[in-house]
């Protein structure tokens, strides 16, 4: 009995020394929401391999800096950990499985990749991949006020309905085109407007002349310029489907975070629908306006938006949507904290690829502001509120709407 009792006790041991398997999901929301839900999650499987795993669903956008340069940041983390990382093979798989010869090594391996992962999202490097918005392309007579804006300066027929499918209309951020569209050598010609009668209608010479106040006069030795300053193409302006204020830049990069985020906004409807009082809320769109850099060399041309009531509904219903998000830790520090400042893009040279030296370039806006800077674009109502997913669209033009409330539309009793 003696002899039995002590080979069980020897089996026993040797079964705890070879473990279990383990199956630890990583969090897929970042350290700052409010419910983590890091966890250690036992299966309950008997096994004969020490080696414990972990299946780490991160969201593919993230995997570029799971890696690192040259797979530097990886390789530190198995060094450090004593893991083998193994990442996805493909764009579509946003899993990475960690795996290890004990259920500490991967944990720590996995807070690890959380940590890369949190202060990576904190840089201008990660996207944004979403956004709040205010739709105007619902307007089509605000619509065809674009398209006519876009053809003046171009001096073409065919404005940019169908250009620049990636671009970003919304002020600071982007990512780079995936294609330049060519308009021959009107990229690197100048563009000057010319008001031609007393209505103020506008015809287009693509020639010669460059766009600056130093143009020269006619008949005038033209002086010494490099026409690629000038740099308007239409790749600059943006996709008048996609017209819309922008509320708040959001960096969503798996599906529970954007599952989140839709929550948050539907969740805030009853108490933006107070703020706005049950009233419809029309907005006033008029000039042009830089969002940063000089005339001479703009980066952002948007047209100013303002209520018509002047009574803050829009604002207070904005900051409710905000702070909604902040509190659920959707939001980096840098934009809880920037003040909101309604927009609507209508140009924005970080739609074109960057240069050699990885820069975004400026172009020349003096004769646009001196024609269009104080143009009437009109009074539309706001109807409703998006989630919206850049780089994706709908149907109807207008980026894919992962979430949406309503705005009032008609005056209550």
């Keep these: 009995m003696g002899g039995a009792k002590a080979k069980s006790g020897a089996m026993d041991k040797e079964k705890k020394k070879k473990g279990t398997l383990v199956w630890r999901p990583i969090c897929t929301q970042d350290s700052s929401l409010k419910e983590p839900v890091i966890k250690d999650v036992t299966v309950g499987l008997e096994s004969d391999c020490q080696m414990q795993k972990s299946n780490d669903k991160v969201g593919a956008s993230v995997i570029r800096f799971v890696k690192g340069k040259a797979g530097s940041t990886k390789e530190k983390i198995e060094k450090e950990t004593g893991v083998r990382i193994i990442l996805p093979s493909s764009k579509q798989n946003d899993s990475i499985f960690i795996e290890g010869t004990s259920a500490d090594s991967v944990a720590k391996a996995s807070e690890e990749i959380q940590r890369v992962i949190d202060e990576a999202v904190k840089t201008a490097s990660f996207d944004y991949s979403h956004f709040v918005s205010l739709p105007l392309a619902i307007h089509p007579e605000l619509v065809s006020k674009l398209v006519g804006f876009q053809n003046s300066i171009l001096g073409s027929s065919d404005a940019c309905i169908d250009e620049n499918p990636d671009g970003n209309s919304d002020g600071d951020n982007s990512e780079d085109s995936a294609q330049e569209q060519q308009l021959g050598k009107e990229s690197d010609i100048s563009v000057e407007l010319e008001v031609v009668d007393d209505e103020g209608s506008v015809k287009v010479d693509v020639s010669v002349r460059p766009l600056d106040s130093n143009a020269p006069k006619e008949n005038e030795e033209p002086k010494s310029s490099n026409k690629s300053d000038l740099k308007i193409g239409k790749s600059v302006f943006i996709k ?92 980096i520090d840098k934009d809880a904290k920037s003040e909101l400042k309604l927009h609507a893009t209508v140009m924005n040279a ?27 674009w009109g009074e539309y109502v706001i109807r409703e509120a998006h989630l919206s997913q850049r780089f994706k669209y709908d149907e109807n033009g207008y980026y894919h709407c992962c979430a949406s409330i309503p705005f009032p539309e008609n005056i209550s009793s």
């Design 240 to 331: 008048p489907q996609t017209f819309h204020l922008t509320v708040l830049m959001l960096k969503l990069w798996n599906q529970k975070r954007v599952d989140l985020a839709a929550q948050v906004l539907k969740s805030t409807s009853l108490r933006v629908l107070d703020a706005l009082d049950n009233r419809p809320l029309f907005v006033r769109l008029k000039g042009l306006d830089l969002m940063r850099g000089s005339l001479a060399k703009a980066q952002v041309v948007y047209a100013p938006a303002e209520e018509i009531d002047s009574e803050n509904r829009l604002l207070h219903a904005c900051k409710i949507m905000i702070d909604a998000f902040v509190e659920a830790g959707l939001v």
């Design 350 to 376: 970080r739609h074109r690829k960057r240069g050699k030296k990885g820069r975004f370039s400026s172009f020349n806006a003096l004769a646009i502001f001196e024609h269009f800077g104080s143009e009437e």
